[in-house]
């Protein structure tokens, strides 16, 4: 996936915003909170994500996936897409989308009904 790639599949999520933060890199904001990240890697395309908690425990073994620096060592279920094999497109998408899920949950109820989320 390259990063116009991951732009655009961010951008068709609801309620997203985007801002270039932390370096350069992409950071995808659900009502204000951080749920995706392309950057913070040298070389090939890095993408960082929340996961859940099997999901989490499952990826950050996968080749080319590790916990996300910054994140992990504070104790956050955030995985970093940074290498290959890493995911397919079609797999990060998913993580991607579910990370978008995770987070717009976590909103107090309020907000969600303002950003049109009670439906995640």
Known sequence: MTY???NEFCRSL????HVVQWGGSHVWKVAGKVFAIGGWDDGEPAFTFKAGEMSYEILKTR???RPAPYFASRGMKWIQHHG?????DRELKDYL???H????RGLPGKKRREFGLEDL
Request: hydrophobic letters at 30%; glycine letters at 10%; charged letters at 25%.
């Open 14 to 17: 609801p309620a997203t915003t």
């Open 84 to 88: 290959k094999p890493g995911l397919e």
């Open 101 to 104: 899920r995770i987070v717009a």
């Open 63 to 65: 080749p080319g996936l």
């Open 97 to 99: 989308r579910q990370s």
């Open 4 to 6: 116009d790639d991951f």
